[in-house]
């Protein structure tokens, strides 16, 4: 299974674009930290990541404040076929909290 879901800021987004094949897109960069226990010690977790919004979610997600916290849902795919960095694939999103932001973990 290839799912991932956090919590996290978006800091950086480019415009609405389409593809040849006309499919609408927004590539953004996503942001996140908290706390996390691991081995009983608590551990800061932060890190940002390369994303994109495809399809119908993509006019949502290019209509939302940058800096607002959001809780995302969707997978890592390589940037390409012939690359090794990732990407992560909105697949849904929703507003939350400040406060849950601290709590939530990658």
């Known amino acids: 299974m290839n799912q991932l879901q956090f919590v996290g800021l978006i800091t950086e987004r480019e415009v609405l674009r389409y593809t040849p094949a006309g499919l609408p897109l927004v590539n953004a960069v996503l942001q996140h930290s908290s706390k996390q226990m691991e081995a009983g010690i608590e551990r800061l977790a932060e890190f940002e990541i ?8 993509s006019g949502r997600f290019s209509g ?10 969707g997978f890592l795919a390589k ?9 992560f694939h909105i697949i849904d999103f929703r507003a939350v909290e400040t406060a849950q932001h601290l709590d939530t973990g990658a």
């Open 79 to 87: 940037k390409n076929r012939h690359s090794k960095s990732l990407v």
């Open 64 to 73: 939302t404040p940058l800096g607002g916290t959001y809780e995302f849902t």
């Open 50 to 57: 390369s994303a994109v919004a495809a399809g119908e979610i």
